[in-house]
C-alpha cells in the first residue's frame, strides 16, 4: 500500500460488519442441520478461510447477496480442522466446541505461536474438558470425544475471549446447566450470543462475566444481523484524529466505543456521537495520554498501534501499557523507521511527541499493525510503503477504498 501523507480527512464512511464477532458465528452453524442465515458479513479474507473450513466439513454456503450468506450443514462428513487451516487462521480453533457438541468427536490442530503473543488454547481445552469431553494432545491435534456432554460450572483464568466462545458453543447441546464464571464480556460474545439464543439456546448474562448457558436437545435456523466492527470504527476515528481533518463514521457502535472515545477526547480530539454515529475532528494540537489495554469495557489492545501512532504526533510523553498480548509492540520499530520516538520496556512503550514522521518502506507484522503503519503514513511527509498487506485484507474491507473516498492518496501496488 502506497501513502502519500500530509491530507486531512474528510466526510462519511460507514463500517463493514465486525470481523471477530463472524468467525465465531459463522462455526456455530455447524450446531443445527438447519440453514443460518447471516447479514452484514464483512467480505474479508478471514471469513472466505473460515467459510472453506466449513465447507470441508460439509457445509453448503450460498452468497445472497455482497454481504449476505446462508450456510447450511445438513451433515457434518469430516471431524478435523487441519494445522494448515489453524495455523493461518487461529480463529478456527473455535470449531472444537461446536463440532464436538453436534457429533461427539472433533479433531483440532492446535494453532501453535503467533505474531502478537504465545496465544496458548489451555482455557479453550480446561473447559471442554470439564463439561466431560475426553480430550487427549496427539501429534500436534486436539483430539476430543463426548457422547452428549454435560453441563458445568467453571472459571476462566482470564476472561479469554475465544475461550467463552468455545465453551459457549459446547453448553448449547450439553445436558443440564453450564455456568462460565470469568467470562468474556466482549460485543463480539453478546452477538455470538444473540444468534445462538435465535437458533434456540438458552444463554443468559452474555455481556457480563457470569454467562449461564441451559443446554437443550437441539437447535435450529436462524437468520442474524452482524454487528457493526468496533476496531474498525475506532481505527477510522483515529484516522480523523492524526490527520486533523473531520469525518463522520456512519453507524459506529457508539457504546461499545465509551473507552476509545474517552482516550481520543484526551488527546486532544473532538468527539460527538449522535443519532447518526461519530463524528471526529481536531484542530488543536494532540495532547500526550497514558493509556493500557484490557478486556472489554477496557480499551481494545487491537486499537493500540493505532494510538500508538496517534501519540507520536502528540507534543509531551505518552505512556501506553499492553496487558492482554506479551508481544504486541512489533510496529514499534517500524514507526522508528519513520522517525518516531518509542522506548519500550516489557509491557510498556514510552512515546514521545511530537515527531515529524517521514515516509519510509516499512513492513506489516499483524493486521492491527499494519493498520497503525497506515495511519503514520497518512500522517508523514512523502511517501510511505506499507508491505505484506494482506495482514490488513484479512480484517479491513476494501480500507484502502474507503480512505481513499476520505480524501486520502493511497494506493495498492502489486507487491
Ligand atoms: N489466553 C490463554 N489461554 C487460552 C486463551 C487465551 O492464556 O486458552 C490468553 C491469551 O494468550 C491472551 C489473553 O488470554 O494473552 C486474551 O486472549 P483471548 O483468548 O481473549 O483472545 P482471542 O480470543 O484469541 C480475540 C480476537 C483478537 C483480540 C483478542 C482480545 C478474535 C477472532 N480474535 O482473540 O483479535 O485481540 O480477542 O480482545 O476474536 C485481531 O482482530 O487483530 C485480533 C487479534
Known sequence: MVIRGGRPLRGAV?????????LPILMAA?????????????????????????EGLGATARWIDDHSVELRVGEVRAHEAS????????ASFVVLGPMLARTGRARVSTPGGCAIGA???????????????????????????????????????????GATENIMMAAVLARGLTTIENAAREPEVQDLARLLTAMG?????????????????RLHGATHQIIPDRIEAGSLMVAAAITGGEVTIENAPTAELDGVIAKLRESGAAVTVDDRGVCVSRSAPLRPIELRTLPYP???TDLQAQMMALLTQA???????????ENRFMHAPELQRMGADIVMKGATAVVRGRSR??????????????????LAGLAADNETQVSRVYHLDRGYEALDQKLRALGAEIERIPE
Open 357 to 374: 514522521l517521514s515516509g519510509a518502506p516499512v513492513m506489516a507484522t499483524d493486521l492491527r499493525a499494519s493498520m497503525g503503519l497506515i
Open 83 to 90: 494445522y494448515d487451516l489453524v495455523k493461518t487462521m487461529r
Open 14 to 22: 460507514a463500517v463493514s460488519g465486525s470481523k471477530n464477532a463472524t
Open 30 to 54: 455447524l450446531l443445527t442441520s438447519e440453514p443460518i442465515v447471516l447479514h452484514n458479513v464483512p467480505r474479508l479474507r478471514d471469513v472466505h478461510t473460515a467459510i472453506a473450513l466449513l
Open 298 to 300: 477496557g480499551f481494545p
Open 119 to 161: 496465544r496458548p488454547v489451555n482455557l479453550h481445552i480446561a473447559g471442554i474438558r470439564a463439561l466431560g469431553a475426553r480430550i487427549q494432545l496427539r501429534n500436534g491435534y486436539v483430539e476430543a470425544r463426548a457422547d452428549r456432554l454435560s453441563g458445568a460450572r467453571l472459571w476462566l483464568d482470564n476472561p479469554s475471549v
Open 315 to 325: 507534543e509531551g510523553t505518552s505512556v501506553i501499557t499492553e496487558t492482554i498480548f
Open 201 to 217: 439456546a438458552r444463554i443468559s448474562g452474555a455481556g457480563t462475566h457470569v454467562i449461564e448457558i441451559e443446554g437443550v436437545e
